[in-house]
């Protein structure tokens, strides 16, 4: 299967089970199929919110962390206190592998996260908030779990956020008093060698 037909098998997954079962079968080419294979962009887009928000000594959860791609470069930008959800069991044993989480655990975005309120520092998001994946209702735990005037930073992709309902989630956060929008990517392009006309952003909340 080539990186095309494996990137529409995974978001074409009928249930949050199937998806689970998708990645758990990806886990081991993930990152060569992603990173190398489709200029994955994400990280480094996303530690220019990190590196303006975050202390380095922040305590942050990789949420959906999959093979720890963008925990490699929390990590190799100074960030070290890192902990790591993801759905699949497969995804985590490879980011376990790479040996730069505190924690790795399985849990499922959407769920009620086994974490208590305020324990980390900051929470860190990246290709999860798309389509066939994380719900916008993943945002409440999220900032449950995240410290007061500690901050969530995540990327999504535009099309979700029009029309998955992400921007009303988000605007709903801010009008309630959970959070404030503190920093906001300029569009571009996740997937560059892929998805040529498909952008996204990262945006930074400061919880309040």
């Known amino acids: 299967m080539n990186i095309e037909d494996k990137?529409?098998?995974?978001?074409?997954?009928?249930?949050?089970?199937?998806?689970?079962?998708?990645?758990?079968?990806?886990?081991?080419?993930?990152d060569s199929h992603l990173a190398e294979t489709t200029g994955y962009a994400i990280p480094q887009a996303t530690m220019l919110a990190v590196n303006k928000l975050l202390d380095p000594t922040a305590k942050i959860l990789d949420a959906g962390a999959g093979t720890g791609l963008t925990g490699e470069t929390l990590f190799a930008n100074g960030y070290k206190d890192l902990h790591a959800i993801d759905l699949s069991e497969q995804m985590l044993a490879?980011?376990?592998?790479?040996?730069?989480?505190?924690?790795?655990?399985?849990?499922?975005l959407g769920d009620e996260l086994d974490f208590v309120t305020d324990k980390f520092d900051?929470?860190?998001?990246?290709?999860?908030?798309?389509t066939g994946h994380a719900k916008p209702e993943s945002l409440d735990e999220l900032a449950r779990v995240t410290k007061s005037e500690g901050h969530i930073i995540f990327s999504i992709n535009l099309d979700a956020y029009e029309n998955l309902g992400f921007r009303q989630k988000?605007?709903?956060?801010?009008?309630?008093?959970?959070?404030?929008?503190?920093?906001?990517?300029?569009?571009?392009?996740?997937?560059?060698?892929?998805?040529?006309?498909?952008?996204?952003?990262?945006?930074?909340?400061?919880?309040?």
């Open 7 to 30: 990137i529409h098998w995974v978001y074409s997954s009928q249930s949050i089970q199937e998806l689970e079962t998708r990645y758990d079968e990806w886990a081991y080419s993930y």
């Open 94 to 108: 490879v980011a376990a592998s790479k040996n730069i989480y505190e924690s790795l655990l399985k849990m499922k």
């Open 122 to 130: 900051a929470v860190v998001v990246t290709g999860v908030f798309t």
């Open 170 to 208: 988000m605007d709903q956060l801010s009008e309630i008093g959970t959070w404030k929008e503190v920093y906001c990517s300029e569009e571009f392009k996740g997937l560059p060698n892929y998805e040529t006309e498909v952008f996204h952003r990262v945006w930074g909340f400061k919880i309040l």
